[in-house]
């Protein structure tokens, strides 16, 4: 998983790239981990007694958990370094040191002792003779559970596939535990660091994957102290000249003589005590991928843009105390303020986010949350501990779910839901990229009082996928704040949203949704039903197909899914459910044409089409000349006793409010039973709805269209008439 890492001290485009993305809480010396290699090769602990090696770990550990009990990570180190024995990094370093820095590094962020055991032995199953089973009987289910987890999958098995698969079964086992991906996370640090004499091709394909993949899932689960790190090296490989101008422009202030931010610091500070607050005020700088945003967004940067003020206090009320005092003693940025407190981003992170100007127009932003928010903004999911261990009060408290389990948010549980249906490696990988790209949530409102996550710019095609899976496909329109609107509507945050479903089961999604969805769920679910379906008539007649005597003929194209009939008493087939159609070839498979929409009385004919299905057309659709020409023969087929009928309608009319409900209402008065429905964006005040609607019986048919004109608004219905193109 990280042999293929090399020395920290070797030069190479991330040299020098790092300073701290977030101050430690106490100074501690840099760790030599080739002296610590050695140690572990040479250094013969005793069974009883904590190995040198490690010390630095245990530190770490029990600054966060004085309690812990360190028995666990003696064993694992000891399988771990026995195991590695022999095993050397490309740097020519011991291969232990890299399982210890990387344990190191969850150990300062808090991770709890199960994770720090598994990290210790994350690489033991990939690259020893040490088995899961083994990993099991020593440390435990959920220590096997975890290094199971982060176990790259066999490239013999899965040729290329194999980064793609590997992310996918990592991102399964995390929707169980999300330390899974801490250790993972972790783990692709300690290489980014130690990055530096791989072929820059190598390392350009390294960052590249943790640019679009691993930086956005540390982001998702709030992991700002592993996440900023990540950015910085990456910043350093990919865009070095843009990296090595801002490493300039930050030497260049902190060598200025003056510091605007210490003097933000020390007014707060003076403000804070003269209220008798109790709080921590800090200077945080911000790491480089930061700097160069605020560069290119600002241009020419001040002193105080190199940094922003941090307020920590002990309790909630307290934030907003000091927001009072800051906000009353300072000149206050009214448009630089949020609250995430109230409001908690979909990572968890809470602060509330300030500005306060100075006399001489420089602005320091200032963050204000408690110790505990801190915590969890810097370590995220890392900081909660152990996903096993009972919940709390305030976590069962919570709505709906979406954030009753913290350690599986719903943006997991979404992502979760549609890897399932991603059909090969490629589409999960290329998918997996664009959904974490989609880096802002909002939530909408369901009229039950439930909500909905979704990604910005989702749509109400989005919402229905996100609420009801496949069976959205039903789904007819949308109110959105009680105003009926297009299932193409873009959703904002805070908005109530209500899904209007047909009652018809087989209901089919409309092609334009792909246009409309921007969530995995949805886009997935729509081109799977699309590719198990026919083309719609609407794009002309299908390629010619090979008939089974090796004669090529054109097939004939339909927007209505295949049906398989029951036999008549003469022999012919009827379709259930729907207008009878006896066709003089036993036992087909019968279509009603979705480009003519045929319905008893009219005049039909059929054609033999591949597969054996026979599809019926009204005699004076396009389609039934263009087939006549191909040399198609025609199959005699009549209309059965039964009148019930489906059929599709186009209205037109000039767009105001409530028109849908309107029409709709008109509709379900003449007993027509709306399938499906689309709504088209309106056009110079100029709206086209087409809805396919079953009536019980088809003589009913002049009587609806006459109810649909007589509607206000509207001024023309017909029948659906998709003219075909000759190819």
Known sequence: MSAEATNPASPGPVAGAMTPAV???????????????????????????????????VEAHRAHHPDADIEPLRRAYVLAESSHRGQMRKSGEPYITHPLAVTLILAELGAETTTLTASLLH???EDTDVTLDQVGEQFGAEVRYLVDGVTKLEKVDYGAAAESETFRKMLVATGSDVRVMSIKLADRLHNMRTLGVM?????????????????????????????????????????????????ELIAENTSRADDPLAEFADAIRAV??????????????????SVHRVSRKRGRLRGADFGRILVLVNEDADCYAVLGELHTCMTPVVSEFKDFIAVPKFNLYQSLHTAVAHADGQVAEVLIRTHQMHKVAEAGVVALGNPYAPPSEEQTASIDGERIDPTRPGWLSRLLDWQKAAPDADTFWSTLREDLAQDREITVFRPDGGTLGLPEGATCVDAAYAQYGEDAHA????????????????????????????????????????EHAHTPAARIAIQRWLATHPAPAETGAEEAAPDPDGASAPADATA???????????????????????????????????CCT??????????????GVVTVHRVECSAVARMKD??????????GDTTECRVTLVAESFGRPHLLADLTEAMALEGAEIVSATVEPPTQQRVRHTYTVQLPDAAHLPTLMRAMRNVPGVYDVSRAQHHATTP
């Open 630 to 639: 191909a040399g198609r023969a025609e199959v005699g087929v009549r209309w």
């Open 23 to 57: 101050p430690r809480r106490k100074a501690r010396a840099r760790i030599d981990l080739r002296r610590l290699g050695r140690v572990a090769l040479l250094g013969s602990a005793a069974r009883d007694r904590l190995p040198d090696a490690i010390g630095h770990v």
């Open 272 to 289: 804070l005590r003269d209220a008798d607050i109790q709080a921590e005020v800090l200077i945080r700088p911000r790491h480089f991928v």
């Open 598 to 611: 045929p319905v008893p009385p009219d005049e039909v004919t059929a054609f033999s089409v591949r597969g």
């Open 123 to 125: 690489d033991t199953v």
């Open 475 to 514: 789904c007819i329109g949308a109110r959105v704040n009680g105003r009926l609107a297009t299932l193409s509507t873009v959703l904002k945050d805070g908005d109530t949203v209500q899904l209007l479903m047909g009652q018809d089961p087989a209901s089919e999604p409309s092609r334009e949704w792909l």
């Open 199 to 247: 072929r820059p091709e190598k390392q350009a394909r390294i960052a590249k994957v943790t640019r679009d993949v691993l930086i956005p899932l540390a982001e998702r689960l709030g992991v700002q102290a592993l996440k900023t790190e990540l950015e910085d090296l990456v910043f350093a490989i990919l865009h070095p000249e843009e990296y090595q101008h801002t490493r």
């Open 560 to 594: 209505e899914t295949p049906f398989r009939t029951a036999e008549a008493p003469d022999g012919s087939a009827a379709r259930p459910g729907t207008a009878d159609v006896v066709v003089d070839q036993p036992g087909a498979t019968v279509r009603l044409a979705g």
